[in-house]
């Protein structure tokens, strides 16, 4: 990363509004950028009813034959039981796309309080275009109005439909992998370790964009890049802390291992995990620290560190090279070949390996 860059990213560290009085504000913002923003995608919104709450879901399917075409209205409603059918329609849909190896279940970032499906289009539509598979991404409630455990019950009463449903769509249920980035990824490492506590279905695999998973983040982190990378690199201590105050309303809260994974007594039957991080980002350490943690309690754990890059940059404007190679790190992760086409996009790009070494064929 050159000087230019780094004085760019610390000048507009100093501009982003505190998201502690401004979070509804920036939210506003964020649609109105969207119109500018939402890139063509292939796929359709639906409604998941779980009691009295009503979830939106999107599915982003790959591209076929056909150019792909934005699809925003509800169309079909489901309902969450313990062994759901799915409405004829949908059926029919599926039975329209070829039958997909998997399925990615994706949770959004913006520290659970400012993300959508909406300003996630662009990645989404990306995950199936590189992987071939459907993605289907969850617009969880949103704290401070819902905090924890809101977003993860949102995201585990999916996880549970999706599980029962995944055979009427033509997928295995170990064919589902979770991913989320950021705040996502911290869901995602919830919901899994959540999941063997409560007897339910665990996913096989896991993408864990650099996520948040340690819950510290005071002045005595015990985090190298908490301290080195702290402030100036958009995504500082201070605003970490923040977004952890409006996301949990209760003091214990903070030492549950449903908000900080790495706080598990144990680790142990969890997905086979990439976990992904950036190198100048302030959560970097500790989701090296998560893989390690699942390596050394017997899974199967790597952790890829992508050099000159900041947290968020799967969606940063100027970081085509760095997402593009971080896709052709996650096809061969997936067991699936980089198409011809795709690969050029990625390059020759610099990455470290700090947990577990890529397999040579899967």
Known sequence: MNLLQRLLIRGISKLLPDIR???????????????????????FDLKLQDGSRSITLRIFEPEQNSPPQSHTATELILHAKDDPSLPTP???????????????????????????????????????????????????????????????????????FLYHAAPQLGVRPQDIVLMGDSAGGNLAAALALYARAMGEPVPQRQILLYPAVSGDYGPDSSFASMHILGE????????????????LSRPEDHENPLTAPLLADSLHDQPETLVITAEYDPLRDEGEAYAGRLL???????????????????????????????WCLILPWLGLRQPEELLAEGGAYPVEWRVGRPEVDR
């Open 296 to 326: 050394a309690e017997g899974n199967s754990a790597m952790a890829i560190r992508m050099l000159s890059t900041v947290h968020g940059y799967m969606r940063a404007p100027g970081q085509a090279a760095a997402t593009a190679a971080t």
């Open 21 to 43: 009085t401004q979070h509804s504000r920036i939210r506003r913002l964020q649609e109105l950028s969207l119109p500018l923003l939402q890139p063509v995608w292939q796929g």
């Open 232 to 247: 100036h690199w958009l995504l500082t201590r201070e605003r970490i802390a923040a977004y952890m105050d409006l996301y």
């Open 90 to 160: 949908l059926l029919e849909r599926a039975r329209e796309l070829p039958p997909p190896r998997g399925l990615i279940l994706f949770f959004h970032g913006g520290g659970w309080v400012t993300g959508t499906i909406d300003s996630y289009s662009a990645l989404c539509a990306d995950a199936a275009r590189w992987t071939g598979w459907p993605v289907l991404s969850v617009d969880y409630r949103l704290a401070p109005e819902h905090p924890f455990p809101a977003a993860l019950n949102d995201c585990r009463a999916v996880a549970r």
